[in-house]
């Protein structure tokens, strides 16, 4: 039972412990990708727009493509909101396993290398006065840093589906002593010889006694 309450907030019916909880790798992994979410869509929302000096509309750093911003921002904004649905369901609902923690981290491969590569061939003279460089560096490496964090939330789903699975196996393959009728202590009556107590006057009763072979059989009294 050890190992089922290492994937759970609790066992079922016991009360909630939240220094357990939060001691869990999968809620610090669920926490960490959730600051890394804060980090990437605060950088993009804050800085990620910029425009040349004589310019008034502002433009996404990302080799002034709005579409890398956008995603940024949506994925940002989407893994924020995900992560603290996916925290309340480890609370509520500990045996549920998310399927998907293995979409994000694909997502998040995508967003790096898309960003990554709009951030490779900006045009300097985009942004001359390098406003926003490290924001959007940093808009980047949380990103990558985000693959291995869900990446590793899949690996915990899947072992916590794992356990879960083979608990129930164990469970249908369980067979109750006192149902098996092998194990048990009292035999049946049906073939048995039955004799009449000693001194009743009666005669003991065998296999055949009844048979209806020997017809009415007067007493002697």
Known sequence: MEGMQAYGAGKAGGAFDPVTFLQQPQTV?????????????????????????????????????????????????????????????????????????????????????????QWQVT???????????DAARAAITFSFFSIFTWAGQSFLGFQRYKLGADSALFSQEYTDPSQD??????????GDDVESPVGGGGQAIGDGAFDGTGGYQRQDY
């Open 29 to 117: 992994l669920r926490i960490v990708s959730w600051l890394f979410s804060i980090v990437i869509f605060g950088c993009i929302a804050n800085e990620g727009y910029i425009n040349r000096p004589k310019e008034v509309e502002e433009y996404c750093i990302f080799n002034r493509n709005q579409n890398a911003c956008n995603y940024g921002v949506f994925m940002g904004s989407m893994a924020f909101l995900c992560c603290i649905a996916f925290l309340a369901l480890d609370v509520y609902f500990p045996q549920i396993s998310s399927v998907k923690d293995p979409f994000w981290s694909f997502m998040w491969f995508v967003g790096f290398c898309f960003l990554a590569n």
């Open 123 to 133: 045009k300097q003279e985009d942004n001359p006065l390098r406003e926003g460089g």
């Open 181 to 190: 009728a092998a194990g048990a202590p009292y035999t049946s009556f049906g």
